[in-house]
DNA sequence: CGAACTTTTGACAAGCATCAACACGTGTGG
DNA sequence: CCACACGTGTTGATGCTTGTCAAAAGTTCG
């Protein structure tokens, strides 16, 4: 269990995007026991029904969390990029319910739990900080609920793409007419309950439209605007602010 | 701010659905500051955009959590039930994403954020069961987005009925046969992101085939094991087991 | 008893899934 | 260097599924 003193900066970055953290707060995220495990693009980092006495926190690229849905398939539940602390569930409870999958190569930093929990009981604002995370994870996944359950095609496609953009920029990886965007066809329509045929549709008509371009994995933004109000987007929901 | 000693014992059945607390982390969770509102159907407990110093509990009845999306109508995110805590997401970030509204009329403790944080730092067994607690909601908000995603109408509606009766049995509201159902075909429709109609033609068809009967508001699963499979239900995510 | 809400049923249209075929780029091996 | 296979994106045709509309029957509550 080396210490690699640098390379939580994405953790704390993400804690102080919504928590104020006093220096000796800070200093003690970044000083967290952790080992950094480099995944291979299409690797499981976490598998649905086994238990882990780690944490993880992506500190670069990005991964899904799917369930595996009786006969229908895939159902893509949520998406992790730099920062954001995956899979808890799966050591604070007893099994993990769903599984996380590298979509390309990443850097992972593996916490184990014991030390997270210390930290929290030591140092109240960071367990708070954490609080306000998990919250803010929850109410992405509330947004999902709606995004699938209520809005058509092409708002579904629009909406990701706003929120892939949104969150990139918070994490400051991307400008924010720029958005990486590493999933195929296939998978944008597991994480929007569509067909593939009807995500290539979505996004063949937004980019006819001059609201997007595609560039390899790359989409441009060129009409942030159009797209927001296709994809009835309001930030509100990601908690950016503090 | 008067202090009813018994009456978050709702709460504390809750957390020790899923953590083990010793006496005195029981007693601190009893003796929590709090008020008891009364609140009838229809009325909201929390609205969107609006932010609050307090966290709420349901000690009674029934509510569910909702957005608007554009000009596509509601989406239920989610269904409280006793026990459940609702909204430390207004308090601890500055704002809710979501509103909350009575389905019957409930009773709810309101309790001060604050006092939450306090118990949370001199309980560390107390924060780590509301940690399980929370993780295990995220959970369910994962399963629901699989649901709406992938599952055919009869399964989706098979499942809400399932995870239904699951929790009401849990929280020792029923016999794992019976469940409340304080919802409308309307309502559950707007759950599973269908059509109030084929809400109806799922229900019909599950009675039909004697899988259920209905009596007003309530639920009897006469074949358990074909709901289940018809739902495509698996318990686990609801993380029930300690 | 009547009014408002909910459930039920039917008819129809639209939307989305499925299937199929082709285009395009990339990497691999002959 | 070319041929080929493979993954991904694109496009069209078709039909089932689900939403929409409408009306009647049942239920609850004043």
Same mark, same amino acid.
């Given at each position: 269990?080396?210490?690699?003193?640098?390379?939580?900066?994405?953790?704390?970055?993400? @804690? $102080?995007?919504?928590?104020? #953290?006093?220096?000796?707060?800070? +200093?003690?995220?970044? !000083?967290?026991?952790?080992?950094? =495990? &480099?995944?291979?693009?299409?690797?499981?980092?976490?598998?649905?029904?086994?238990?882990?006495?780690?944490?993880?926190?992506?500190?670069?690229?990005?991964?899904?969390?799917?369930?595996?849905?009786?006969?229908?398939?895939?159902?893509?539940?949520?998406?992790?990029?730099?920062?954001?602390?995956?899979?808890?569930?799966?050591?604070?409870?007893?099994?993990?319910?769903?599984?996380?999958?590298?979509?390309?190569?990443?850097?992972?930093?593996?916490?184990? @739990? $014991?030390?997270?929990?210390? #930290?929290?009981?030591?140092?109240? +604002?960071?367990?708070? !900080?954490?609080?306000?995370?998990? =919250? &803010?994870?929850?109410?992405?996944?509330?947004?999902?609920?709606?995004?699938?359950?209520?809005?058509?095609?092409?708002?579904?496609?629009?909406?990701?793409?706003?929120?892939?953009?949104?969150?990139?920029?918070?994490?400051?990886?991307?400008?924010?007419?720029?958005?990486?965007?590493?999933?195929?066809?296939?998978?944008?329509?597991?994480?929007?309950?569509?067909?593939?045929?009807?995500?290539?549709?979505?996004?063949?008509?937004?980019?006819?439209?001059?609201?997007?371009?595609?560039?390899?994995?790359?989409?441009?933004?060129?009409?942030?605007?159009?797209?927001?109000?296709?994809?009835?987007?309001?930030?509100?929901?990601?908690?950016?602010?503090?």
């Amino acid at each position: 269990m080396e210490s690699q003193i640098s390379s939580l900066w994405p953790l704390l970055a993400k @804690l $102080e995007l919504r928590s104020r #953290l006093g220096g000796p707060d800070r +200093a003690a995220v970044l !000083a967290l026991p952790h080992m950094v =495990l &480099a995944i291979g693009a299409g690797e499981y980092i976490v598998r649905e029904g086994e238990q882990s006495p780690s944490c993880y926190v992506m500190l670069s690229g990005f991964a899904q969390r799917h369930k595996l849905v009786g006969d229908r398939g895939r159902q893509i539940v949520g998406v992790h990029l730099e920062g954001d602390i995956i899979d808890c569930t799966s050591s604070v409870l007893e099994a993990a319910d769903s599984n996380v999958q590298a979509l390309t190569s990443c850097r992972v930093a593996e916490i184990p @739990l $014991e030390a997270l929990i210390n #930290l929290s009981v030591d140092r109240p +604002a960071v367990a708070r !900080a954490m609080w306000a995370d998990a =919250l &803010a994870e929850m109410s992405v996944f509330r947004e999902w609920i709606a995004n699938i359950g209520r809005r058509d095609p092409r708002g579904r496609v629009a909406h990701i793409l706003c929120e892939m953009s949104a969150r990139q920029h918070a994490a400051n990886v991307r400008q924010p007419q720029f958005c990486r965007m590493p999933m195929n066809q296939e998978d944008i329509g597991d994480a929007v309950g569509l067909a593939p045929v009807h995500v290539n549709r979505a996004l063949k008509s937004l980019e006819l439209e001059g609201v997007i371009s595609r560039e390899g994995q790359d989409i441009v933004i060129d009409d942030w605007e159009a797209l927001v109000r296709i994809g009835d987007f309001n930030p509100d929901y990601l908690h950016l602010a503090a």
